[in-house]
């Protein structure tokens, strides 16, 4: 499925980087290594490299991670691109190897698999390394302006807290905003924002 939605000449969601990630780029420190989860196309990776990040991006998509290397190349910055499928296994040396791990619009999956896919993240960091993630609310299914339609993939502010037990949590918020990003994000949409350090 997602081979079929990359595989055009044009940009799904375009080459700029999801609002949010500018909102709270102050996380994005310079010299620190990141990983992209679903990056896609690479718009939010070549953001991360361009604020002076070591960053490793993974899709499964070979048609997206065409697009981001060519992104990354016409913007002059290095991405470590990995085709992977996030669902199964992830390479066993990212373990604890990351001080920042951003899913950003990763809802292609529903609670179980999620809950998997969390926990692999959390393991990707080192202990006190900042968790990024940024998606639709259940409300975003009213506005139908982008992001699945099936409700329980959709993040609350109750799960995600829920999702990380014991994690100091620095931001939780959920808030409207009219987006525009390529053809598949366009409009008045329920967004919310996580960000949280890992225990350590």
Not at 10 to 39: C, I, M, N, Q, S
Not at 83 to 101: H, I, S, T
Not at 141 to 165: D, I, K
Not at 175 to 190: K, L, P
Request: charged share 20%.
């Amino acid at each position: 499925m997602w081979e079929d939605r990359f595989n055009r000449p044009d940009y799904v969601f375009g080459t700029e980087p999801a609002a949010a990630l500018r909102d709270h780029a102050a996380w994005l420190a310079p010299g620190a290594r990141a990983l992209a989860v679903a990056d896609g196309e690479g718009r939010n990776s070549v953001f991360m490299a361009e604020r002076g990040m070591h960053v490793t991006a993974a899709d499964y998509a070979p048609s997206a991670l065409a697009k981001a290397r060519a992104l990354a190349n016409a913007r002059g910055v290095a991405v470590d691109f990995v085709q992977a499928d996030l669902l199964a296994d992830w390479p066993a040396d990212w373990a604890g190897a990351f001080d920042l791990v951003a899913g950003i619009f990763i809802q292609f999956t529903g609670p179980t698999a999620r809950a998997a896919m969390f926990a692999r993240m959390a393991t990707c960091l080192r202990p006190g390394g900042v968790l990024f993630l940024h998606g639709y609310r259940p409300e975003q299914l009213a506005y139908g302006t982008g992001g699945p339609r099936a409700v329980e993939n959709l993040y609350t502010e109750a799960m995600l807290r829920a999702a990380f037990p014991g994690w100091q949590v620095a931001l939780c918020r959920a808030y409207d905003r009219e987006i525009q990003e390529g053809s598949g994000h366009v409009g008045m949409s329920a967004l919310i924002d996580f960000i949280a350090r890992k225990p350590g």
